[in-house]
């Protein structure tokens, strides 16, 4: 709970981080504002002494003296610039991991949705904290400052400048209510869109194959029309307010030259301060443009806050524990059960049994019974809703992830590879693995020989998800990649489901040095080529195990002889058309 409450706040963490940098930025703002006065004051002593005195030498020691003023001020901007980038650079530093393993977490949990969207919002959110769009919140404060001005001036100029303040605000209170709710439906738009085509391009066999892609196509289209459409009605709905925003603007301009100018008429203000009127108004009401310009920017910013927040708020990060002996490969069910949000009925049910270490046991029963699942389990994918799973006494869940790693090995169904190369899909990406530990591992899988056969053997680039590999190559390529590092127990899930007859002996050799070895094995697998070297089965239906003892026991529960009395045509038991004696 306390973990859950600490990932609640993890952005706001992330932003707390910045007060120095953001305290930088505001000192920046600070004397670049202050800076800003000598312009107004520059064009006042123009037509108050020079234009009256007609002295060049005044005149070029003013002129130089405002280069160099505004010479400081550009460089105040550019390190405040400088300063608000090196934060974005941080604050993504220390949200990029946890948002990454967050998206696996998503994955693992079979939630649905565009996974990389959390990355996009991540990057939406650094940008707009270390853009112009934040710049824009740090000179806000200054408008008091200069309407002060103003009415130090003269009270008629700050009482205009000052209304039109006001209105240019409401204004842009008046723009995002108008352009909220569209921008919000086509932001869920394009969210939709990009989670269908990253959907559809998993499955780019299947869509080409099957002629999907026109269907897919529309569908997809759809989604990008929704999203253009709303925003082309939040453009719209916008366009109106930013029409009268620039018009208020311009008004309140030519209502402070007319101002000033009736000001200077009457005798009450000098004709210097006409233009430096102008100016400082110009300034105050400055910031405010600036806001309504990037206000569809810190809007998708303020929506992106909220979805990394919630990404954030549900992710479990491992909780540092004791690094853990070597396991003896002792796997305990305690009344475990499992179920998602996805299918509210259990998917297994008071799964509660023993593997001592060495053993192989065989797991069988028929589609959707749950087997998978019991495997995601025991290696720790999944947390169960009821009851603990262990390895060697200790809850796999909670292991450290890579040290359990190191002595649980996991092959899914389907075997998949990254891009790079055969050496590094086989060491897992480890920097310091020796090649004679990879090697070895392609050995016991039976792999070494077909390697050696690709074009540069283990140094072969396998393109994205091992593309140049048949599927039978990328399972036992994977099964070298399982058996990696000498684990202490194997755990495989129909690893011989694309492997041809070579493949199978292959496979079947490699179990054979395991168990001599003394790992402990868990194997479904729906051939009993495989499972005959089982030393227990477990039958598996609706999520319940039916039967769990030495292979032969489970074998003959399941179809036991018939009475030679009463010959009978039953057919054998379903579990049994997939594995026999």
Known sequence: MISALLQKNMINDALAKGKRAFAAAALFSLFSNL?????????????????????????????????????VSSILDHYRTQTLSNFGIAFDRELASPTFAALFDLVVRRVGGSHAQALRDLDTLR????????????????????LGVLFVIDPWIGAVTTIGGFLLLLLAILQDRATHAALKEASS???KSYSFTDAALRNSEIVRALGMLPMLGSAWFTYRQIAQRMNIVASDQGSFYQAAIRFVRMGIQVATIAVGAYLVIIGNIASGLLFANMLLASRALAPIERLVASWKVLFE????????????AEFEPPVPSTQLPTPTGRIAFEGVSFTTKASPAPILMGASFIIVPGEMVGVIGPSGAGKSTLLRLMVGIWKPGTGTVRLDGADVYSWERSDFGRHVAYQPQDTELFAGTVRNNICRFLPNAQDADIVAAAQLAGAHDLILRLPKGYDTELGEAGSILSAGQRQRVGLARTLYGDPKVVVLDEPNANLDADGENALAEALR?????????VMVSHKPSVLSQADKLMMIRAGRIEKYGPREDVLRALNPPQATQAPQNKPPSPALAEVKP
């Open 301 to 312: 910013a303020s929506q992106s806050y909220k979805r990394l927040d919630k990404v954030l």
């Open 127 to 146: 940008a707009a904290i270390s853009g112009a769009a934040v710049s824009v919140l740090f000179d806000l404060p200054w408008m008091p400052i200069f």
């Open 513 to 521: 040095n395991l168990k001599a070895k003394g790992t402990t094995i």
């Open 189 to 191: 738009a394009s969210i």
């Open 35 to 71: 800076l800003f006065l000598a312009l107004p004051i520059y064009t006042n002593q123009i037509y108050s002494r020079v234009l009256a005195s007609h002295s060049g030498s005044t005149l070029l020691v003013l002129t130089f003296g405002a280069l160099v003023v505004f010479l």
